[in-house]
């Protein structure tokens, strides 16, 4: 079955950074585009970047643009999330998304809190 796992989360302070891991198994990564969300506590689940099936492509949600960087790698099924210059308003739990045939598949999350 479609599992995704993710790592890398925690505590940080504004200015600093952090690196997201998502270990995919149980379907065909290299076929499908990969995506982060993110959800903060009262608001609603976003996106915050894609990724297509090769990595050509990428798209960013505006406030992240030139601060976060995903990327892929299909030998080892894991995609990326590079976060730099983070701000107290990244705070959230972070999610690895995979739309297979129609359907969202999703990680447990994890969590990163930007905080002085």
């Known amino acids: 079955q479609v599992q995704l796992v993710e790592s890398g989360g925690g505590l940080v302070q504004p200015g600093g950074s952090l690196r997201l891991s998502c270990a995919a198994s149980?379907?065909?990564?290299?076929?499908?585009?990969m995506s982060w969300y993110r959800q903060a506590p009262g608001k609603e689940r976003e996106l915050v970047a894609r990724i297509s099936s090769l990595g050509i492509l990428t798209n960013y949600a505006a406030s992240v643009e030139g601060r976060f960087t995903i990327s892929r790698d299909n030998a080892k099924n894991t995609v990326y999330l590079q976060m730099n210059s983070l701000k107290v308003v990244d705070t959230a739990v972070y999610y690895c998304n995979a739309d297979i045939s129609y359907t969202n598949y999703w990680g447990q999350g994890t969590q990163v809190t930007v905080s002085s």
């Open positions: 149980g379907f065909t990564f290299r076929s499908f585009s």
